[in-house]
Nanobody, 131 residues
Framework: QVQLVESGGGLVQPGGSLRLSCLTS????????IAWFRQAPGKEREGLAC????????NYKESVKGRFTISRDTAKSTVYLQMNNLGPEDTAVYYC????????????????????????WGQGTQVTVSS
């Protein structure tokens, strides 16, 4: 059973930075897309960044490119989201999600599209950007 546990959220001032962590376990499929999503009150869940387990390739939502960086530490089974220059519009609950496949092509496609229908989700961590 896939388990994803997010941490690192909190209150940060505008212009500040946070690093979110997603501790993963139970990833038994051949290939995975692991992504960060967020959902603000009254808004749809949106994909922000994704990393492919096969080669570590990444994909980003256009609006966060240059501010957010997704990375992984395979030894620690952890995926990170480094967020810089945060603004009030970044306030949301941030989720880690994983989707496994026997096909590397399918996993990479999930990373490219980041649909809000990944198979496994963490509980979320609140990020609040406010002065």
């Amino acid at each position: 059973q896939v388990q994803l546990v997010e941490s690192g959220g909190g209150l940060v001032q505008p212009g500040g930075s946070l690093r979110l962590s997603c501790l993963t376990s139970g990833l038994t499929s051949d290939y995975y897309a692991i992504a960060w999503f967020r959902q603000a009150p009254g808004k749809e869940r949106e994909g922000l960044a994704c990393i492919s387990s096969s080669d570590g390739s990444t994909n980003y939502k256009e609006s966060v490119k240059g501010r957010f960086t997704i990375s992984r530490d395979t030894a620690k089974s952890t995926v990170y989201l480094q967020m810089n220059n945060l603004g009030p519009e970044d306030t949301a609950v941030y989720y880690c999600a994983a989707d496994g496949s026997i096909s590397v092509t399918t996993a990479k496609a999930m990373c490219f599209m980041m649909p809000p229908r990944f198979a496994s989700w963490g509980q979320g961590t609140q990020v609040t950007v406010s002065s």
